[in-house]
């Protein structure tokens, strides 16, 4: 957690700028706490198999970051309208609710930017990069899936469905990122095919 926080630190926009309350509030909801399941996931799957796992990093800020991007959605009035999230305001009731989705907005596309951003800066052999190529590949499918799995989970709020479609709700909403975090650790280590199969 503390590795973690300390990398998110360092993509904290703190310039004085037109969009700085934008800025703070999107800061406001990645630095608000939360376990960092997700990144710690992505490293302990890369430790795996290699130990430098400074060498992960900057996928595993990327998916805490789409993480809270999904929770300020998650808490609108369009949503679930709740007013708290680790025991302080949402973000849409600390700025308001434009400021919130757009704070989510931001976060989705920094994500974005922190990856495509090391894989157009760094120099990196032909496997390597590949695996990276990969990884961001499965990171934009699981977004989408997620998406989708908050999107059918909303619609069927408060009616009666079947197993299989809570199921589909979960393997999507929640577990499209889960499986994400495991699979890019092993990918970005290099692991065998057999072995990303079996995590």
Known sequence: QEIVNN???????KENC?????NESMEYSLMAGGKRLRPILVIATYELFKKDYKNCMSYAVAIEMVHNFSLIHDDLPGIDNDDFRHGKLTNHKKFNEATAILAGDG??????????????NKNMESQDLKNRIRAFNEF????????AGEYIDTELEGKEISEKLLEYIHVNKTGALLKLCVRMGAIIAEASEVDIERL
């Open 7 to 13: 990398e998110l630190e360092k993509y904290i926009r």
């Open 18 to 22: 037109p969009e700085k309350i934008l």
């Open 107 to 120: 976060l989705l596309n920094q994500a974005y930017i922190i990856i495509s951003d090391e894989i157009f």
């Open 140 to 147: 934009t499918k699981a977004v989408d899936r997620m998406i």
